[in-house]
């Protein structure tokens, strides 16, 4: 079965520094990929996602994440933190499969902490 | 605007006391989910649809079911609730398009506490 593995429940950087979430997912075969934000008190929001083709994709609001395949990860930066980036982000994999509902498997979450 | 609601925000509720949380799309998507958001556990899928008259389990239907005699909505049900459904609800829609790339787009929450 599918999973995802994001490392550190908690990450805490200044602003203007970097953004690093960890994300490791458990496929043999490279399935598609996701990270979603949750601010406070709302749904989730497509940050970006890899299908196929270049495997750095850039998304919304700077951050940016680079699919590797031979370290299985899908790791999200941002260059320099902002305070309005402070959130829950989640990373998800959907299997590759030829038909049907394909389900959106998430990781536990990482809450970005942006201090002044 | 294009957008997935549900209704209510909030509830609170007590054990037993049956219950349904609304959701409802206005993007013509064929494929809507649950899930509930437990802390430490992430998003967890409750029950999904494919189309009108379509659904299936996801991980974790117990004490749930659903409904889906419209494309547009798909509700929630819990006919005997119980403290451990205490929990952060979304719904989500997708389109079917080809390749499977599609994007789930979530509703704003639900959280229910049951007593």
């Known amino acids: 079965a599918q999973s995802v593995t994001q490392l550190g429940s908690h990450v805490s950087v200044s602003e203007g520094a970097l953004v690093l979430l960890r994300c490791n997912y458990s496929s043999s075969v490279p399935p598609y990929l996701f990270w979603y934000v949750q601010y406070p008190n709302q749904g989730l929001q497509l940050l970006l996602k890899y299908t196929t083709g270049a495997t750095l994709v850039k998304g919304i609001n700077g951050f940016e994440a680079e699919f590797k395949k031979s370290e299985t990860s899908f790791h999200l930066t941002k260059p320099s933190a902002h305070m309005s980036d402070a959130a829950e982000y989640f990373c998800?994999?959907?299997?590759?499969?030829?038909?049907?509902?394909?389900?959106?498997?998430f990781g536990t979450g990482t809450r970005l902490l942006v201090s002044p | 605007e294009a957008q997935v609601t549900q209704n209510p925000r909030y509830l609170i509720t007590v054990t037993g006391k049956k219950l349904t949380v609304t959701c409802s799309q206005n993007?013509?998507?064929?494929?809507m989910s649950w899930y509930r958001q437990d802390p430490g556990l992430g998003l967890r899928q409750i029950y999904y649809?494919?189309?009108?008259?379509?659904?299936d389990k996801g991980d974790v239907p117990e004490g749930y079911k659903v409904s889906r005699k419209e494309k547009r909505n798909f509700p929630l049900i819990l006919e005997s609730p119980s403290p451990n459904q205490t929990s952060l609800y979304f719904c989500?829609?997708?389109?079917?398009?080809?390749?499977?790339?599609?994007?789930?787009?979530f509703g704003p929450g639900t959280r229910l506490t049951v007593l």
């Open positions: 649809s494919m189309n009108v008259e379509v659904t």
């Open positions: 998800a994999v959907r299997p590759l499969m030829n038909t049907g509902f394909q389900k959106l498997v």
């Open positions: 989500a829609s997708t389109p079917r398009l080809a390749g499977n790339t599609d994007t789930q787009y």
């Open positions: 993007m013509n998507h064929e494929y």
